[in-house]
Every structure is written in structure tokens, then in C-alpha cells.
């Protein structure tokens, strides 16, 4: 079956570290992005991609970045710059970045810090 | 499972009888919107969506309905079910590529 597969399912980060989730698609889409979820709120857009080799921040892009090498992976990296970094992540894919294209999401990665 | 769910609004509802899940939104530019649901500890899964130039758009037991005036948007379901039991949120395409603004949902509980 076609969908977004986003690993791991949990994830657990030390003080100073790095951490990669990341996030794949066979749906043969061009559009990918990375959300942020806390309870109680919308979904905060990251980082979203239009096209291979191309992303664009979104509106909470610090302490993260993302790379596009392939069509049907974008990995989102959590850096130690961001602060408060515990939250639900989800990465979701569109036909194509233009209007009227409804958004799928993965199942998402619960970050936590210890 | 997790919850992406505190503070939000509940509406609770007897199993069978028909819901409705109301969601104000915030650009009267807005032309394209979308209903999701969220099970605890899942991503949203895609209901029905709706573009400006239609008032009502019918599903599965589903039903949208889009106030322009009001900037108001609505989602019924017919005789509900406990598998309907998640978060509900809808999302507004604001007219620049397809960059969504997300509600923060509505809890749907079921009761049998």
C-alpha cells in the first residue's frame, strides 16, 4: 500500500544532541513537509518541500533543518539549538505544492527529552 | 496513547445520533478546506475537503458545510459510531501554494 512512513516511532534526545526523524513516501509526491504538534494546538508548519533538491522554511523553522536528496525522503533533524523540543512531529506529503491538494500525513515521532 | 487532545472542547454524543463539528476560521481569502481526524497517537487521516466556490460537499456518512459570510465551516456526521471517537480539526489553504493553517480540533467522544 502507497503512504508516509515516518520513523522511529519514539525518540529520545540528551541535552546538546542532535536527533534525525525521519520520513518516506511512495505516494510518488512531490510536496513534503514537517509539523509540529503540542497538545492543545494546530499544527505548526517547519519546513516544507516543493520539489526535490528545493525546502523553504515554514514558520518555526529554528533549531531544525531538513534536507531533499531524494524525492521520497525528507529527514527532518531536531538540533540542539532548539529548546524545547518535546512534541509529536508529523510529515505529511501533497500530489503537488499548489492549492486544492489535500495533505497525508504519516503516523508521526514522539520526541521526549531526557 | 498519546494525547494531543488537552484543553480542546468535547462534544459527547450517544452512539447513532448525528454529529456536528463546528471550526471558525481566520482569512476570508481562504479558498480551499480541509476536515481531518486524529486517532490518539496517529496522524490526521483525511475526511473530505471542500473548495470557496462550494457551499456543501457530501461523503461517506459525511457531510461539510462552508459559510463564507460567517467565515464558518462544519462537519457532520451521520448516525455516529465509537470508531468515530478521535480529534477533529480542519485546516484553511490561505491562497499562497499549499501552505495550511491548522485548527487546534474538537474531541469527539461516543457514547454507547
Known amino acids: 500500500d502507497g503512504g508516509i512512513t515516518q520513523s522511529p516511532k519514539y525518540l529520545f534526545r540528551k541535552e546538546g544532541q542532535n536527533v534525525t526523524l525521519s520520513c518516506e513516501q511512495n505516494?510518488?509526491?512531490?510536496?513534503m513537509y514537517w509539523y509540529r504538534q503540542d497538545p492543545g494546538q494546530g499544527l505548526r508548519l517547519i519546513y516544507y518541500?516543493?520539489?526535490?533538491?528545493?525546502?523553504q522554511k515554514g514558520d518555526i523553522a529554528e533549531g531544525y533543518s531538513v534536507s531533499r536528496e531524494k524525492k521520497e525522503s525528507f529527514p527532518l533533524t531536531v538540533t540542539s539549538a532548539q529548546k524545547n523540543p518535546t512534541a509529536f512531529y508529523l510529515c505529511a506529503s501533497s500530489i503537488i505544492f499548489a492549492g486544492n491538494q489535500p495533505q497525508h500525513f504519516g503516523d508521526g515521532t514522539r520526541l521526549s527529552i531526557l | 496513547g498519546e494525547s494531543v487532545g488537552l484543553h480542546l472542547p468535547t462534544l459527547s454524543v450517544q452512539e447513532g445520533d448525528n454529529s456536528i463539528i463546528n471550526c471558525a476560521y481566520s482569512?476570508?481569502?481562504?479558498?480551499?478546506f480541509i476536515w481531518y481526524k486524529q486517532e490518539s497517537g496517529k496522524g490526521p487521516q483525511f475526511i473530505i475537503d471542500i473548495r470557496s466556490n462550494m457551499d456543501k460537499r457530501q461523503g461517506q456518512r459525511v457531510t461539510v458545510l462552508l459559510n463564507k459570510t460567517v467565515k464558518h465551516l462544519s462537519l457532520q456526521i451521520a448516525a455516529t459510531q465509537p470508531g468515530d471517537s478521535a480529534v477533529y480539526f480542519c485546516?484553511?489553504?490561505?491562497?499562497?501554494?499549499?501552505?495550511?493553517?491548522f485548527g487546534a480540533g474538537t474531541i469527539l467522544r461516543v457514547k454507547s
Open positions: 505516494l510518488n509526491h512531490d510536496a
Open positions: 485546516a484553511e489553504n490561505m491562497g499562497y501554494g499549499n501552505k495550511l493553517v
Open positions: 518541500s516543493q520539489i526535490v533538491n528545493d525546502f
Open positions: 482569512n476570508s481569502a481562504s479558498d480551499y
